[in-house]
């Protein structure tokens, strides 16, 4: 970050950024002496503090005082193609505050400092009919905005589980990525260059209830393949989808083998009828490979249906049901699974707070744990946000049992510059 804040001050700054504006402003200079960054540079300053009010020690009490700082540069390049990059530093004071000692090694390097590099990508057009997107980037697929079935593409940051929505645990991964189009039909073919990963709970921290550390698997190096066909009709969507990609670990707990791809293919659909949204979501996996069983290969069905209703003024309901079915049960997966999902938000004071609720639970009837989560958001002002909320973790099998004392309180402060 360093390096890109020196390079965009430099000498060769005003060339750099010159023509970024896709309008001219007629008070640009006195915009500019406004600015903290230069043009195309923004920011984000985020203070968070996590407080476990039943945990058991070390991870009672504070358990996060997070200081992250985020930056992304926009910049417009020649023949109509952008340019897009943004990374994160963090730093939680915690462990110093708490002593770092009482913690395990694994947990100190995976939660107290961090500095990434998130989208890094270039896109455009080719022609009229076909789009071009290289770098890290997030492909999402499916419907669901909670359960993933099809969504498949990018790891997620799953060291905190339950504490915010999918859409925000999303990795990028290197891609190169083209839009084809023909009436009103979208073909996606996509090469994974960048093999990644969830980043689970690390050993020894609070969501991590095994004795002992899973064995680290060997990152692969090879490209892996994705085919998105999605279509449009009036009330109607449908994607279909094909890959052959390494598969992303699950439950939290590296289980399955990252040494060879395995196939897929999907579908996910929305249907809109007056204030009611429908939407589903199907895959067959096969060649599934257990870390528990590594000369075995498996093969799954998973199904989604759920629904959003937008009927009340500034309120969304939605509810999402989930199956996954193994063609023979393991030592760490069953053979059948279900998870639920319901979710409401509403909308106060001209859409400045933002009141939400969310439950996930396992098991056919619900009683096999998980969680649920309500929080605020409010936008004091333009630039200036809070978000406050709770995070109840609900037992119900020996997974959720072990991390069910882990309820916490979180606050959010994030200024924008």
Request: hydrophobic share 35%; with cysteine; proline share 5%.
């Amino acid at each position: 970050m360093c390096l890109l804040l020196g390079g965009l001050y430099g000498d060769e700054s005003d060339e750099l950024l010159s023509g970024f504006d896709d309008t001219p402003s007629t008070s640009s200079k006195e915009n500019n002496n406004n600015r903290l960054l230069p043009k195309g540079l923004e920011g984000r300053f985020v203070q968070s503090l996590n407080y476990a009010y039943q945990g058991e020690k070390p991870h009672d009490d504070l358990t996060a005082f997070k200081s992250l700082l985020f930056l992304e540069y926009n910049r417009n390049l020649p023949a109509g193609f952008k340019l897009k990059i943004n990374a994160n530093a963090f730093y939680d004071a915690t462990y110093t505050f708490r002593g770092r000692s009482k913690f395990n090694p694994q947990e100190l390097d995976a939660l107290e400092s961090e500095v990434e590099l998130f989208d890094a990508y270039v896109e455009g057009s080719l022609s009229e009919k076909i789009d071009l997107k290289v770098g890290r980037q997030v492909v999402v697929w499916g419907r669901s905005d909670t359960i993933r079935i099809t969504d498949m593409l990018n790891p997620l940051d799953n060291r905190r589980p339950a504490m915010v929505d999918i859409e925000d645990l999303r990795l990028p991964t290197t891609m190169a990525k083209f839009d084809l189009y023909y009436k009103q039909w979208r073909f996606s073919p996509i090469v994974i260059l960048e093999q990644r990963f969830n980043k689970n709970p690390p050993f020894g921290g609070a969501f991590n209830p095994l004795p002992h550390p899973m064995p680290k698997q060997h990152t692969p190096h090879s490209p892996s393949y994705a085919l998105d066909i999605g279509g449009e009709f009036s009330g109607f969507d449908l994607d279909l989808y094909f890959a052959s990609i390494y598969a992303q670990d699950e439950l939290g707990l590296p289980i399955l083998s990252h040494k060879k791809r395995i196939d897929m293919v999907g579908l996910a659909f929305n249907y809109l009828q007056g204030s009611w949204l429908f939407k589903g979501e199907l895959a067959y996996k096969k060649d599934l490979i257990f870390a528990q069983a590594p000369q075995k290969r498996y093969s799954r069905s998973d199904a989604l249906l759920g629904f959003e209703y937008r009927g009340i003024a500034d309120m969304s309901i939605s509810y999402d049901i989930a199956t996954r079915r193994l063609d023979h049960a393991t030592p760490l997966a069953k053979k059948e699974s279900y998870q639920h999902a319901l979710r409401l938000t509403h909308d106060f004071k001209n859409a400045t707070l933002h009141a939400n609720y969310l439950i996930s639970l396992f098991g056919s009837k619900a009683n096999q744990g998980g969680f649920e989560r309500a929080w605020v958001k409010y936008d004091i002002a333009d630039a200036l946000s809070t978000n406050i909320g709770v995070v109840d973790y609900i037992g119900g099998d020996k997974l959720f049992d072990q991390i069910k004392k882990n309820d916490m309180i979180f606050v959010d402060v994030s200024y924008s510059f």
